[in-house]
């Protein structure tokens, strides 16, 4: 399994990380099997697995459920847990949840933005950390791309420097303009990771129901559908009901 210092000592090699989102224990047994590099157990559950409108909807008491799962599916692969909306609200607060989810057999945590002092008490308790800059799922407003302005642009990129001097050995780089993913990645030292950030980022995370076509919903604009897993579902679904109905007595 890769350690967060082994994905750190990956950037300047030219070899790509690979992220992938999983939930439970079959998906995270297959993403271990293709070769993953990281599973993230993404608060994104809320709305692929839970059916709900916003990440805010997911809490800790969830998260435990999923990420004992994947690591349980996924022994041998370094796995992110998130940290739900709220959880990382304090210090303290957040280093309680963090320590939950390392004893339930994740390698890291990922929290969203530069929440005051929650980062370095982490580091001094020797979690491992991957930030999230950019787009913020949990707190935006909209989801339109971030960055786009110089004064936008500006703040990403002094915060991706802040996290980076906090010891985060990866940052997730979300929807932002390609360019500026370019430059954000060439001023830090820890691996940054891209979902909308362009092509030079030194890896890239995609959500697994958008990358193995297992909804029928429009993609976002920076995700790719590797397989269609809906359709397949849904006509092996339909060859089983057909079987029961065509079944002699």
Known sequence: MLTAEDIRALKGTGRKVSMITAYDFAFAQMAEAAGVDQILVGDSLANTMLGYKSTREIGMNEMQIFVAAVCRGAPNTHVVADMPYLSDKDPQTAYDNAK?????GAASVKLEGT???VIEYLRSKDIPVCAHL???PQTA???KQKGKTEEEARAIEEAAKFVDSLGCFETVLEHIPEELGKKI??????VT???GGGKFTDGH???MHDALGMHPRKLPPFATKFVDMYSLGVEGM?????SVRNESP
């Open 115 to 117: 929440p005051e002092g």
């Open 100 to 104: 939950r989810f390392i004893d339930l």
């Open 185 to 190: 990645t060439s001023e830090v030292n820890c």
């Open 205 to 207: 995370v995609l959500v």
């Open 193 to 195: 990771i891209g979902i």
């Open 141 to 143: 407003e909209n989801f």
């Open 238 to 242: 339909r060859k089983y009901v057909e």
């Open 134 to 136: 950019g787009l913020l």
